[in-house]
């Protein structure tokens, strides 16, 4: 008499849709090159033929490369291979925090570490034209008048200095925090109007030290700025446990 395998030796399969082999296939052939950025992809029939698979299992893998923003309608309905900056994945990772109900001591707890990083970056590595953007923004900044507008420059103003970095890595980790800040700041500027002189003042401080090349005065005016902001939403009476509202 025969002895039975034991239970655990064989595992039950996991077939993977036809779908998402088809669609991580087109992503491996973007994001590797075969396919490069303003390539147009074949047309379904053909993506149906080379994959022996029925057309609507090449739609559904489009629309779900479509979905991770590798793909990008032009010329009509015709589909292009693109590779999403930070301008596109930023908005993505900002709306996911908010479903996470992220609080603005969160927010605050890893800005006060990664914008003085980023102006220290900045100071080292800001080129001609992010400098030229960065005075536009305070001399904009300057004749504003409305609070929306302000905190949309505010916005701009720190998400520039992070381009200034030219470290792709930061720009993404700092760029959706940066765009929840919006809400918090325009409640700031309501309640505390001198607050809106205080932030211009600060960021011409930063400007000033990234024109000068110094890094350490960049962090620190920054940190100072990061440290302003929070004693800023106290003054106001918010709730730093409080999760953040959507963007304006």
Request: no cysteine; charged share 20%; proline share 5%.
């Amino acid at each position: 008499m025969g002895v039975a395998a034991p239970a655990e030796l064989f595992q039950r399969v996991v077939v993977e849709p036809a779908y998402k082999a088809v669609s991580a296939a087109i992503e491996r052939a973007i994001l590797g090159g075969a396919l490069p950025t303003g390539s147009a992809l074949p047309t379904e029939t053909e993506l149906a033929e080379r994959f022996g698979v029925h057309r609507s299992t090449v739609r559904e893998a489009i629309r779900q490369v479509e979905q991770e923003g590798l793909l990008q309608r032009r010329e009509g309905r015709r589909l292009f291979a693109y590779l999403p900056g930070v301008q596109d994945l930023a908005p993505r990772a900002a709306r996911l925090l908010l479903l996470q109900q992220t609080t603005f001591q969160e927010l605050w707890e890893l800005a006060v570490s990664l914008e003085p990083l980023a102006a220290s970056l900045a100071a080292q590595r800001a080129e001609p034209l992010d400098l030229q953007q960065l005075n536009e923004n305070i001399a904009a900044s300057e004749s504003a008048l409305e609070d929306a507008a302000l905190v949309r420059l505010d916005v701009e103003f720190h998400a520039l200095v992070g381009r200034a970095t030219h470290n792709h890595a930061l720009m993404l980790a700092r760029e959706p925090i940066g765009l929840l800040y919006s809400p918090t700041l325009l409640q700031i500027f309501r309640h505390l109007p001198q607050a809106k002189a205080r932030n211009l003042a600060a960021h011409r401080h930063i400007v000033d030290a990234l024109q000068a090349r110094r890094a350490d005065a960049a962090a620190e005016w920054t940190r100072k700025h990061m440290i302003d902001f929070q004693r800023g939403f106290a003054m106001a009476g918010l709730d730093m446990a409080t999760p953040i509202a959507t963007p304006t």
